[in-house]
């Protein structure tokens, strides 16, 4: 079965760095989409990266540009989010999730409903 196990998450101080992995299993990653969203309480689920398969096209969210990095290894079957000068605002549970390339395109990437496959979440927490 499809399954997508996120880790890395953590107490961090602002201005501090994580990486989040995302480790799939049940399929591999060179037909997929893989994104990443992430929810605090009492917010919507928020699109905050994703890479693309077909030529490895990557979008963020205009709240983590330039502070995030996604990448992807299809030999390990894993993609990462790479989090930069980390804020208390990125605070909130990073879920990582999948859809068929085709299937995502253009502002598609945004939408929660695009995504079939979630894992179970990571808590990333930035506080001093």
């Known amino acids: 079965q499809v399954q997508l196990v996120e880790s890395g998450g953590g107490l961090v101080q602002p201005g501090g760095s994580l990486r989040l992995s995302c480790a799939a299993s049940?399929?591999?990653?060179?037909?997929?989409?893989i994104g990443w969203f992430r929810q605090a309480p009492g917010k919507e689920r928020e699109g905050v990266s994703c890479?693309?398969?077909?030529?490895?096209?990557?979008y963020y969210a205009d709240s983590v540009k330039g502070r995030f990095t996604i990448s992807r290894d299809n030999a390990k079957n894993t993609v990462y989010l790479q989090m930069n000068s980390l804020k208390p605002e990125d605070t909130a549970l990073y879920y990582c999730?999948?859809?068929?390339?085709?299937?995502?395109?253009?502002?598609?990437?945004?939408?929660?409903?695009?995504?079939?496959?979630w894992g179970q979440g990571t808590q990333v927490t930035v506080s001093s």
């Open positions: 890479i693309s398969r077909s030529d490895g096209s990557t």
């Open positions: 999730t999948a859809v068929r390339a085709y299937l995502a395109y253009g502002s598609r990437w945004k939408l929660p409903g695009t995504y079939p496959y």
């Open positions: 049940g399929f591999t990653l060179d037909y997929y989409t």
